[in-house]
């Protein structure tokens, strides 16, 4: 099967702690991307990946930090998470116009 | 800047009524629209995109036509399923920073009533 793979599903952690999310597309595409969907299910791109380059967001704080090894993979990892940090990360990977998404990580802050 | 409006957070309808969800977008360039649909815990999936050759896409029943003129991309299906139920985005390819992203609107969330 051919998609984009998350994991965790879910995690819950405490304020201060650090977490990383994975993600691996078995698509084939060039570029990744992860976004952030809120509360509100407002969907905002933080970070994409292409050949090396990254665009950063930059509304996105520092305590944020993407993580490639290669075109297949785009981990996230969070240093000293805050309770504003409680959403979906919603990884996705592209090529031309086709973009694929994951089924997400929940993130709960306490 | 370039942007994309859903002008609606909530449509609740009675299934077998025809459904529009609004999409409005600002563009510099000639836009690529999107609607995507997110049924709950998934991830969100590509329903329609707009064709360069003015065709108009449709698929599972809806479709969109985008019309420069007004700067719409609106989602229409002629009867309403209580499947259908479910939050849809509208989006647009932008150029930002030298790369290609994908911006999404607010969001609609529809729901669809016995």
């Known amino acids: 099967e051919t998609a984009v793979f998350q994991t965790p599903n879910y995690h819950v952690t405490q304020v201060g702690n650090e977490v990383s999310f994975n993600c691996k597309q078995t698509l084939g595409h060039d570029t990744m991307y992860w976004y952030k969907q809120d509360s509100k299910k407002l969907l905002k791109i933080m970070f994409s990946?292409?050949?090396?380059?990254?665009?950063v967001n930059e509304t996105v704080p520092r305590r944020f930090s993407p993580q490639s090894s290669d075109k297949a993979h785009l981990n996230l990892r969070i240093k000293s998470v805050e309770p504003e940090d409680s959403a979906v990360y919603l990884c996705?990977?592209?090529?031309?116009?086709?973009?694929?998404f994951g089924s997400g990580t929940r993130l709960l802050v306490i | 800047g370039d942007s994309v409006t859903q002008t609606e957070g909530l449509v609740t309808l009675t299934e077998g009524l025809p459904v529009m969800l609004n999409c409005t977008y600002q563009?510099?360039?000639?836009?690529?629209l999107f609607w995507y649909v997110q049924h709950l815990n998934e991830a969100p999936k590509l329903l329609l995109k707009?064709?360069?050759?003015?065709k108009r896409p449709e698929h599972q029943g809806f479709h969109a036509t985008l019309h420069k003129s007004s700067s719409s991309f609106h989602l229409q299906k002629s009867s309403a399923q209580l499947s259908d139920s479910a939050l849809y985005y509208c989006?647009?390819?932008?150029?930002?920073?030298?790369?290609?992203?994908?911006?999404f609107g607010k969001g609609t969330q529809l729901i669809i009533q016995p």
């Open positions: 996705a990977s592209s090529q031309g116009t086709d973009y694929t």
């Open positions: 563009s510099t360039y000639s836009p690529f």
């Open positions: 989006a647009s390819l932008m150029n930002t920073e030298g790369a290609d992203r994908l911006t």
């Open positions: 707009s064709f360069t050759d003015n």
């Open positions: 990946y292409n050949n090396k380059q990254l665009i």
